[in-house]
Structure formats: C-alpha cells, structure tokens
C-alpha cells in the first residue's frame, strides 16, 4: 500500500521542508490543492458541505474555512516543480487543480516541463470548480465550466501525445500547432464526490481523487460504486483510486489495506506540526514509522 500527503495552506518553505522530509520518512508523495485566489466575501457552497442557514456552505479544512484571507495559497505547478528539485523519487500531483481556470494549452505545456524535470513523477488531479467568485475574478464563466474540463482533457491529451495536432470543439478551437516534441505520459485524475463527477472519471480519468475526507464505511460504498460504473463504462484499464483518510491511525489504515484499498492519503496536520521546522520534521519521521513506512536510503 502507498500512502500519501494531503497538502493545502502552507508556507511555500514549509511545503518544501515536509516535501523533502516526506520522501525521507517512506511517504509516497504529495498532493497539492489550489485556490488561485480567496474572495473576500463568497455566497458559493462546497460539494462537500452543502450551504444551510447562515452558513453559506463554507468547508472547513484544519478548523477554518478551506477559502479565507488567512490561507496561504500556492501556485502548485511551481511548488511542485521545487519539490521535485528536493526529492529523488517523491511523486508529486495536485489535488486538485482548476483546469478550467486556465487555456488547456497553457496547462499542457507547464505539464510537459513538470513531467520531464520530475523524471514522469507528475500527476494532474483536476476538478471543474466550485467557488463561483474565483472564476468571476478571472474573468472566466462559471457557467460551462464542466463541458469546458471535458474538452480541456482532450486538449491535453493530444498535446501530450508528442507532434502537431488541431482541435475543434464547442469551448475550444485550435489550429495545427505543437506543444511538445515528444510524447509524456502524465496521468489525469478526476476529482469529485457526486455521481456525474465518478461517471466522468470512469470515462475519461486515468485515475481517481476523493473530494474531502471520508469515513471509512463511506469510502467502501463510494469505492463499489464507482467500481461499478467503471464496469458499466466498459474501461480497458483499471482507475487508480486515491483516499483521503480520517487520521494517520495505523488501525485504520490496517482496515483500508485489508478492504483492498492501493493508495492512502493522511491530512499535513495530522502529520506535520510542531513548533518550528526541526519539530515538524521529527514529528513526520515519528507518524512514518508508526504506519510502517520504509525510510528512503540514500
């Protein structure tokens, strides 16, 4: 089994120091999450915590809301890109990054420079997008916003197959160009909780991102059911699937491992605190051992 750090709102020195300090303790990798930026008032609810009186629908990631003036906001291609220079064999993806914020093709070619300087360690976890006055700030419509991160994947697929390609879509229109030289292969992950979005994940991902933390009695039904609709999607390959778990509990992962889940992915606090950067450091080679990890070798 491989288990993973959940990252979002770090220091960018601190995200490098627990990336570099993760693969040393035996974790897998890392995943980042994004918000390009935090609107200072936002009616938008998360998927995952549905507005109800007075609330406006605002999740909370580590005991405050996930989009706040007090969250430190990265852009993950380029933390991502400094922790592939810290680490040797340390995978790296994000979790999750909005594509449709951006032109496919801009994406396409930070993709390719990210996969090769990483030695093809880079992972894109993508979703459509939940916080409508983000989109508003860019000046991007929220409205589409699905359909456009359909047509994004296949944008990004034909650039990533190496050589001129064109394309022509409802969203997106492209004439002959190139990207890149040669073929990558980075792995596109779906993210997201609802029926439409493990529908679209089964027929279009390489693998698959929970949305939020789970209980363990909730993911074994979210599993079967999206291995269900992979069946029914008639997919070639198998969907990697990666879980957010509730505590960095080797009981609990000892449950995941023997319902057969591959990939785990434990909270940065739960694992990476402390009073300064030794402690954190420490505290992270401690959670490794107890899950039993195997420290990476020199």
């Keep these: ?35 390009v930026v935090a609107p200072i ?46 680490t040797r064999k340390f995978r790296l993806a994000t979790g999750i990054y909005l594509v449709g914020l951006r032109h496919p093709l801009l994406t396409a070619r930070a993709g390719v420079t990210l996969h090769d300087l990483s030695g093809g360690r880079f992972r894109l976890g993508i979703g459509a997008g939940w916080l409508k006055e983000e989109f508003a700030a860019l000046d991007v419509q929220f409205t589409g916003r699905t359909s456009r991160l359909e047509e994004a994947i296949e944008v990004l ?22 990207v890149a030289t040669h073929a990558v292969d980075v792995p596109i992950i779906m993210g997201g909780n609802s029926e439409p979005a493990l529908r679209r994940a089964a027929r279009l991902g390489d693998g698959w991102f929970t949305s939020g933390v ?12 999206l291995d269900a609709l992979c069946t029914k999607a008639g997919r070639a390959r198998p969907l990697q699937t990666t879980w957010r778990i509730q505590a960095a509990d080797p009981a609990l992962v000892e449950k995941y491992r023997a319902e057969g889940f591959e990939e785990l992915l434990v909270m940065q606090y739960s694992v990476w605190n402390g009073a300064d950067i030794d402690a954190r450091v420490q505290g992270l080679a401690r959670a490794g051992a107890e899950l039993g990890l195997r420290p990476a070798t020199t």
């Design 1 to 35: 089994m491989r288990i993973g750090i959940s990252s979002y709102d770090l220091p960018v020195t601190d995200f490098l120091a627990m990336s570099a300090a993760g693969e040393a303790a035996g974790f897998d990798g890392v995943w980042l999450g994004e918000h």
């Design 214 to 225: 789970l209980s363990f009695d909730e993911a074994v039904r979210l599993r079967d059911q």
């Design 157 to 178: 697929r034909a650039a990533w197959s190496g050589g001129p390609f064109a394309y022509a879509g409802r969203h997106y229109t492209i004439a002959e160009l190139q």
């Design 41 to 86: 008032a936002y009616d938008s609810s998360h998927p995952t915590q549905p507005a109800s009186a007075g609330s406006k629908g605002r999740a909370e990631h580590a005991g405050k809301p996930i989009v706040d003036v007090s969250v430190e906001l990265l852009d993950p291609l380029l933390a991502l890109t400094a922790a592939a220079m810290r």
